[in-house]
């Protein structure tokens, strides 16, 4: 039973052009270094035949501020909360994510702030 499951590197994905419907990058771009990013955003064109939708965190003093506080009180241990504070200040800002975009080659996503400190881009193929 199961999924099926593929090991491979989102910088080098091994599927065929216009393999998969589409591409979810959720909570991972801002580990990445910008050019990093770029070449993930590109291999997700490449297989993609619908779309690519890219869900990270904004960077925000205020999101790490509240995240410390909440952690705490839900009794998160020390490391989770310096990660969590870490990913927030890895975060992008919303200039900063269309740049990074911009160097992709690709057509400019639709990019939206939501709450909870996220960035949500979303770009179609052939748009």
């Not at 065929?16 to 291999?43: A, N």
């Not at 779309?51 to 509240?66: E, F």
Request: proline letters at 5%; aromatic letters at 8%.
């Amino acid at each position: 039973g199961g999924l099926p499951m593929t090991l491979g590197s989102g910088l080098a994905l091994p599927f065929p052009d216009r393999s998969v419907d589409l591409v979810l990058l959720s909570q991972v771009l801002h580990h990445l270094s910008d050019e990093d990013v770029q070449c993930m955003l590109r291999e997700s064109a490449r297989v993609t035949r619908w779309g690519i939708l890219a869900a990270d965190l904004i960077r925000s003093r205020t999101a790490q501020w509240a995240f410390r506080i909440a952690g705490r009180a839900l009794r998160f241990d020390r490391y989770t909360i310096h990660d969590g504070c870490i990913s927030l200040e890895r975060g992008f800002t919303r200039a900063r994510f269309s740049t990074i975009w911009a160097g992709t080659g690709l057509t400019p996503p639709t990019i939206r702030i939501v709450p909870f400190a996220r960035i949500v881009a979303t770009w179609r193929q052939d748009a």
